[in-house]
């Protein structure tokens, strides 16, 4: 359900400014960020360390919103050019609109901004591109939660809106708690009997079955590192890619994340073991009682055919962040069988492209369908 909300509001003041010197920026973000909340993409772990290893300086501009005269929102701007410049450019909100450095696959992004601000924080913000901000031909909002898409004050405005949509799966650990209930015995039968199967038969080959939380820097690198060696070996072997980590700037992302992260917030790095044995680690993010499931690297080798590693890491994994108080456990986007069999609930996430109506879309239009693509 897309958010429907009135009329283009008046009384907030957008500004689009070159990013202050970082110290600067950090102060800014974090203490709008006590306030606002949001999810961990748009926290600071996660931005300024996107700042600091992935998008250059030369690219990116501070949005800043301001609502009588108080900072209500924030987001990073990059401005990526056409034919050397020439053509009109596109804007992107929390990406570098390079497909490999843009891998990282922002979800639940979004502006960071105060409760009861988000609609017409971001409807602000694209009034004033249209109105101030000349040179540019679309705006790409990737990963929005799809709920707090005002549609309606969107498509009031002088753009063409295209929208491409994908279910998410995630588990509601407040209501498991507030039930008194563990999570395996929530899931369906079958998925209860392959779970329980694959950890008997772990345990009787190899031993007890036990997770663990990376809980100091250095070991939260090396659950990583190993993570990683599991995960590029899947994919080299189905289709010859090494998956989410084959960019250098990618991985030196990923672990200057790592570093700046803690037992209650930013990256945690699990591994589920039989006796001494690996089975699989997990990568997981974790903000304001929100845990996101990020990736994961199963030691298929250590498996049978018939057993399911993953979903029994899966398992062990969402009850470790029940027990530890979380009020939510996100799959993220995409409808895998195993995050339909894993999350009962079920949202959408949106990216969302913004193209300004003039002859350059028409343009544009007309070389899409000439190269056979859909606009």
């Not at 996660?46 to 301001?66: D, F």
């Not at 929100?290 to 398992?315: E, K, M, N, R, V």
């Not at 530890?324 to 079920?346: C, H, I, N, V, W």
Request: hydrophobic letters at 40%.
């Amino acid at each position: 359900m897309h958010l429907e909300a009135g009329p283009l509001p008046r009384d907030y003041q957008v500004t689009l400014a070159p990013l202050p010197a970082n110290d600067v920026l950090r102060e800014r973000w974090l203490a709008l960020q006590a306030r606002a909340g949001g999810s961990a993409f748009v926290s600071w772990q996660w931005i300024g360390t996107w700042l600091e290893t992935i998008c250059p300086r030369r690219l990116a501009r501070l949005l800043s919103v301001h609502h009588d005269g108080r900072l209500v929102a924030m987001g990073i701007i990059t401005r990526r050019g056409r034919l050397f410049g020439l053509a009109p450019a596109s804007l992107r909100l929390h990406e570098t609109g390079s497909r490999e450095l843009d891998s990282l696959t922002i979800e639940y992004n979004g502006l960071l901004c105060e409760t009861g601000h988000h609609e017409h924080a971001l409807v602000a913000v694209v009034s004033h591109l249209l109105e101030h901000e000349r040179h540019w031909l679309t705006i790409a909002l990737p990963g929005l939660d799809a709920a707090g898409i005002p549609m309606a004050s969107l498509r009031a405005l002088p753009v063409e809106i295209r929208l491409l949509s994908r279910p998410t799966h995630y588990v509601d650990l407040a209501a498991l708690s507030a039930a008194g209930q563990q999570y395996l015995p929530s899931l369906g039968s079958k998925t209860r009997a392959s779970v329980r199967r694959t950890q008997r038969r772990f345990e009787q080959s190899l031993g007890p079955v036990t997770l663990e939380t990376a809980d100091s820097p250095a070991q939260r690198l090396a659950f990583f590192r190993a993570l990683v060696v599991q995960h590029r070996r899947y994919w080299q072997r189905k289709n010859g890619t090494d998956g989410a980590f084959g960019n250098p700037r990618v991985l030196r992302f990923h672990e200057q994340l790592l570093l700046q992260s803690d037992s209650s917030s930013g990256a945690q790095l699990s591994r589920l073991s039989a006796g001494e044995v690996p089975i699989g680690y997990a990568y997981s993010i974790v903000s304001n009682g929100t845990a996101y499931f990020y990736q994961s690297g199963i030691c298929y080798d250590a498996a049978t055919f018939h057993d399911s590693p993953g979903l029994l890491l899966l398992s062990h994994l969402i009850q470790q962040q029940l027990d530890d108080g979380m009020t939510r456990f996100e799959l993220m986007a995409g409808d895998s069988p195993y995050k339909r069999r894993m999350g009962a609930q079920a949202g959408s996430m949106a990216w969302v492209s913004l193209d300004r109506i003039g002859t350059a879309a028409r343009l544009r239009r007309i070389w899409w369908r000439l190269k056979g693509k859909r606009a």
